[in-house]
Nanobody, 122 residues
Framework: QVQLVESGGGLVQAGGSLRLSCAAS????????MGWFRQAPGKEREFVSA????????YYLDSVKGRFTISRDNAKNMVYLQMNSLKPEDTAVYLC???????????????WGQGTQVTVSS
Protein backbone atom coordinates (compact mmCIF):
# COMPACT_ATOMS: atom_id res chain seq x y z
CA GLN A 1 0.00 0.00 0.00
CA VAL A 2 1.14 3.53 -0.81
CA GLN A 3 0.49 6.66 1.23
CA LEU A 4 -0.22 9.78 -0.84
CA VAL A 5 -0.25 13.50 -0.03
CA GLU A 6 -1.33 16.11 -2.58
CA SER A 7 -0.30 19.76 -2.70
CA GLY A 8 -0.30 22.71 -5.08
CA GLY A 9 -3.98 23.55 -5.24
CA GLY A 10 -5.25 27.08 -4.96
CA LEU A 11 -7.35 29.85 -6.44
CA VAL A 12 -6.59 31.04 -9.97
CA GLN A 13 -8.35 33.01 -12.68
CA ALA A 14 -9.61 31.36 -15.84
CA GLY A 15 -6.74 30.87 -18.25
CA GLY A 16 -4.22 30.51 -15.47
CA SER A 17 -2.06 27.56 -14.48
CA LEU A 18 -1.41 25.36 -11.48
CA ARG A 19 0.95 22.47 -10.86
CA LEU A 20 -0.29 19.77 -8.51
CA SER A 21 2.14 17.46 -6.75
CA CYS A 22 1.58 14.08 -5.16
CA ALA A 23 4.18 12.76 -2.73
CA ALA A 24 4.15 9.00 -2.26
CA SER A 25 5.61 6.80 0.42
CA UNK A 26 5.49 3.09 1.02
CA UNK A 27 6.44 -0.04 -0.82
CA UNK A 28 6.96 -0.49 -4.54
CA UNK A 29 6.00 2.99 -5.68
CA UNK A 30 7.66 2.56 -9.06
CA UNK A 31 5.52 -0.50 -9.83
CA UNK A 32 2.23 1.40 -9.36
CA UNK A 33 0.21 3.13 -11.99
CA MET A 34 -0.73 6.63 -10.84
CA GLY A 35 -3.83 8.64 -11.53
CA TRP A 36 -5.50 11.95 -10.85
CA PHE A 37 -9.23 12.19 -10.19
CA ARG A 38 -11.41 15.12 -9.25
CA GLN A 39 -14.70 15.63 -7.49
CA ALA A 40 -16.86 18.74 -7.42
CA PRO A 41 -19.74 19.30 -4.97
CA GLY A 42 -22.82 17.39 -6.05
CA LYS A 43 -20.96 15.50 -8.76
CA GLU A 44 -19.46 12.04 -9.01
CA ARG A 45 -15.75 11.47 -8.87
CA GLU A 46 -14.28 11.92 -12.33
CA PHE A 47 -11.14 10.52 -13.91
CA VAL A 48 -8.70 13.20 -15.06
CA SER A 49 -5.39 11.59 -16.00
CA ALA A 50 -3.22 8.52 -15.45
CA UNK A 51 0.32 7.37 -16.09
CA UNK A 52 1.80 3.88 -16.22
CA UNK A 53 4.50 2.73 -13.83
CA UNK A 54 7.17 3.28 -16.48
CA UNK A 55 5.90 6.76 -17.27
CA UNK A 56 5.83 5.94 -20.97
CA UNK A 57 2.05 5.91 -21.47
CA UNK A 58 -0.43 8.53 -20.33
CA TYR A 59 -4.20 8.92 -20.45
CA TYR A 60 -6.42 11.99 -20.22
CA LEU A 61 -10.03 12.94 -19.89
CA ASP A 62 -11.08 14.35 -23.26
CA SER A 63 -11.92 17.76 -21.84
CA VAL A 64 -8.40 18.26 -20.45
CA LYS A 65 -6.38 16.97 -23.40
CA GLY A 66 -3.93 19.58 -24.58
CA ARG A 67 -4.27 21.52 -21.33
CA PHE A 68 -3.11 19.09 -18.62
CA THR A 69 0.09 17.06 -18.47
CA ILE A 70 0.79 14.22 -16.06
CA SER A 71 4.33 13.14 -15.20
CA ARG A 72 6.17 11.14 -12.57
CA ASP A 73 9.61 10.95 -11.03
CA ASN A 74 10.06 7.52 -9.51
CA ALA A 75 13.42 8.42 -7.98
CA LYS A 76 11.68 11.11 -5.93
CA ASN A 77 8.41 9.21 -5.41
CA MET A 78 6.51 12.10 -6.96
CA VAL A 79 3.68 12.50 -9.45
CA TYR A 80 2.66 15.81 -10.98
CA LEU A 81 -0.24 17.31 -12.86
CA GLN A 82 0.53 20.48 -14.78
CA MET A 83 -2.73 22.29 -15.50
CA ASN A 84 -2.78 25.09 -18.05
CA SER A 85 -5.59 27.15 -19.56
CA LEU A 86 -7.76 26.43 -16.56
CA LYS A 87 -11.52 26.83 -16.83
CA PRO A 88 -14.15 27.36 -14.14
CA GLU A 89 -15.45 23.85 -14.81
CA ASP A 90 -12.08 22.50 -13.65
CA THR A 91 -12.96 23.59 -10.11
CA ALA A 92 -12.89 20.54 -7.84
CA VAL A 93 -10.97 18.67 -5.21
CA TYR A 94 -8.18 16.85 -7.00
CA LEU A 95 -7.21 13.42 -5.70
CA CYS A 96 -4.06 11.44 -6.32
CA UNK A 97 -4.40 7.66 -6.57
CA UNK A 98 -2.10 4.66 -6.88
CA UNK A 99 -2.81 1.09 -7.91
CA UNK A 100 -1.35 -2.03 -9.42
CA UNK A 101 -3.99 -1.93 -12.18
CA UNK A 102 -4.57 1.77 -12.80
CA UNK A 103 -6.63 2.88 -15.76
CA UNK A 104 -9.54 5.29 -16.01
CA UNK A 105 -11.73 3.50 -13.47
CA UNK A 106 -11.37 4.21 -9.77
CA UNK A 107 -11.58 0.48 -9.09
CA UNK A 108 -8.08 0.14 -10.51
CA UNK A 109 -6.64 2.05 -7.57
CA UNK A 110 -6.31 1.03 -3.93
CA UNK A 111 -4.51 4.03 -2.40
CA TRP A 112 -5.90 7.56 -2.32
CA GLY A 113 -4.75 10.92 -1.03
CA GLN A 114 -6.95 13.36 0.87
CA GLY A 115 -7.13 15.80 -2.04
CA THR A 116 -6.20 19.39 -2.79
CA GLN A 117 -8.70 22.11 -3.71
CA VAL A 118 -8.50 23.79 -7.10
CA THR A 119 -10.76 26.79 -7.66
CA VAL A 120 -10.90 28.62 -11.00
CA SER A 121 -12.71 31.94 -11.12
CA SER A 122 -14.19 33.49 -14.25
Amino acid sequence: QVQLVESGGGLVQAGGSLRLSCAASGRTFSSYAMGWFRQAPGKEREFVSAITWSGSVTYYLDSVKGRFTISRDNAKNMVYLQMNSLKPEDTAVYLCAAGSVGGTDGYGYDSWGQGTQVTVSS
